[in-house]
């Protein structure tokens, strides 16, 4: 999890991060779907699928972007959704879409850190995470700290990328990651060094069961887990465990 965007930096992951999207964020929307095929709308859509059963739910989303997950969560019915990230300039892009779609009663970002979360405890129905995790500096902390701020048995849904295993979905896979992604990325985003860093972070990332351990030692109890496209994403359903 010591993977960070830019090399010769000083600043700690943290501070890459957030420097990274606020750099890439005029062209994250267009450059997520376009290097995922639009197949990231699929994954997110059924990551949400999984809250289907909790009545008008108030909800987190941690690292939020852009609010594309926190968006399509109103399929949910919801009373509330917080969207939290790190990045200012992601959240103006999703603030913009938000407001055009006209979702501010019940939508709201918040700026801030996963990790050290301005929110009390105990208070949501349900958290989600789409392609954040792998970027928390402390894995452990940010976690503890979104179980913190859930009601006891509360639901959280983690959509992350993982690594195809089985041929020959593995070596296309990393093809792609490795060379066509980082070309196109920097390309259109003018940054490569975040479209480099996303398959590095991606193989440092605990997946599987080893992420299943990070959950049940940050006060989670796994419920699924669910691979996506051949192992290129996992969604990860668990819940907060009830003292």
């Known amino acids: 999890m010591s993977v960070t965007p830019y090399k010769t930096s000083e600043e700690g992951k943290k501070k890459q991060i957030e420097s990274m999207f606020d750099n890439i964020?005029?062209?994250?929307?267009?450059?997520?779907?376009?290097?995922?095929?639009?197949?990231?709308k699929i994954?997110?859509?059924?990551?949400?699928?999984?809250?289907?059963?909790?009545?008008?739910?108030?909800?987190?989303?941690i690292a939020t972007g852009t609010g594309d997950l926190?968006?399509?969560?109103?399929?949910?019915?919801?009373?509330?959704?917080?969207?939290?990230?790190?990045?200012?300039?992601?959240?103006k892009v999703g603030q913009e879409k938000i407001e055009k779609l006209n979702l501010t009663d019940t939508i709201s970002l918040v700026h801030g850190d996963s990790e050290n979360l301005p929110l009390s405890d105990n208070q949501f129905?349900?958290?989600?995470?789409?392609?954040?995790?792998?970027?928390?500096?402390?894995?452990?902390?940010?976690?503890?700290?979104i179980?913190?701020?859930l009601k006891p048995g509360a639901k959280f849904v983690v959509l992350e990328f993982s690594n195809?295993?089985?041929?020959?979905?593995?070596?296309?896979?990393q093809f792609y990651s490795s060379k066509i992604l980082p070309w196109w990325g920097g390309l259109f985003s003018k940054d490569k060094a975040a479209y480099e860093y996303l398959p590095e972070s991606?193989?440092?990332f605990p997946e599987g069961q080893a992420f299943v351990?990070?959950?049940?030692?940050?006060?989670?109890?796994?419920?699924?887990?669910?691979k996506q496209t051949f192992g290129v994403a996992t969604i990860y359903f668990s819940e907060k465990k009830v003292q």
């Open 70 to 91: 926190a968006i399509a969560a109103m399929k949910l019915k919801p009373s509330k959704i917080v969207g939290l990230d790190l990045s200012a300039e992601m959240l």
């Open 213 to 226: 351990k990070e959950l049940e030692a940050s006060g989670f109890t796994s419920l699924k887990v669910w």
């Open 147 to 149: 179980c913190r701020v």
């Open 25 to 40: 964020a005029p062209k994250y929307d267009f450059l997520n779907h376009l290097l995922s095929f639009g197949i990231d």
């Open 202 to 204: 991606v193989a440092a």
């Open 164 to 173: 195809p295993s089985s041929f020959p979905f593995k070596q296309i896979y």
């Open 125 to 145: 129905d349900a958290a989600t995470v789409a392609f954040g995790v792998r970027n928390f500096e402390n894995l452990n902390k940010g976690l503890t700290e």
């Open 43 to 61: 994954w997110r859509r059924r990551a949400i699928g999984l809250l289907k059963n909790i009545p008008s739910p108030v909800l987190l989303d």
